[in-house]
């Protein structure tokens, strides 16, 4: 996706290992927002940035965290990885304009075993 | 009763077929998006929506306020469209987006 990349794309972890993903992007946009998506349910909001070191959790928070201290990179991390936190993460990017949608990243399958 | 409410869940339709893809909505909203995920995973922005109809291509979006309902139309429908097409509104609260569950669409040649 143009000016949007997440890393890595496929991670296998074990259960109890810290995970970091990140999400790069060159369009310097203001907010940045990690989701995860699973089986019969629409994409749930994990946390969002509206700023250099300004961010905020998202309906399905727990477990994670996020740093942002750069405009173009926001990590998200897995303090100590569940089998339930087993999903694709994306990771999207916008505007804070009316009038311009959103960017997302091609997604991490990150699997916890 | 979820916030954003897609229909059909499912739908499979021949080649060439108009479909129709409709979302409802419960909260007051400053926007409306609908997006494309196709087999791959890859999310794509099609469109986003304050008021009336946009259209590209094959596509077209309408969307009514005061039912808080919009639609997302294909015309001559191709087995390139087979994806799953969700919508999201954007809360008039704040800036975040409530989604929809999706609708995934097959189109049979």
């Known amino acids: 996706d143009a000016g949007i990349t997440q890393s890595p794309r496929h991670k296998v972890t074990e259960t109890g290992t810290p995970v970091t993903l990140r999400c790069h992007q060159t369009e310097n946009h203001r907010y940045m927002y990690w989701y995860r998506q699973d089986p019969g349910h629409g994409l749930r909001l994990i946390h969002y940035?509206?700023?250099?070191?300004?961010?905020d959790k998202g309906e399905v928070s727990d477990g994670y965290s996020v740093s942002r201290s750069k405009t173009e990179d926001f990590l998200l991390t897995l303090e100590s990885a569940t089998s339930s936190q087993t999903s694709v993460y994306f990771c999207a990017i916008s505007t804070d304009s009316e009038f311009y949608g959103y960017t997302f990243g091609s997604g991490t399958r990150l699997t916890v075993v | 009763k979820n916030e954003v409410e897609q229909s059909p869940q499912n739908l499979t339709a021949q080649e060439g077929e108009f479909i129709t893809i409709n979302c409802s909505y419960s909260v007051g909203i400053s926007a409306l998006h609908w997006l494309q995920q196709h087999p791959g995973g890859g999310i794509v922005s099609l469109f986003m929506?304050?008021?009336?109809?946009k259209k590209h291509g094959r596509l077209i979006a309408t969307i009514n306020i005061q039912e808080k309902h919009s639609s997302l139309h294909i015309t001559a429908s191709h087995p390139r469209d087979s994806a799953v097409y969700i919508c999201?509104?954007?809360?008039?609260?704040?800036?975040?987006?409530?989604w929809g569950a999706g609708t995934k669409l097959i189109i049979k040649p």
């Open positions: 940035s509206y700023g250099v070191k300004d961010t």
């Open positions: 929506l304050s008021s009336g109809k």
């Open positions: 999201a509104v954007r809360s008039d609260s704040n800036y975040q987006l409530i």
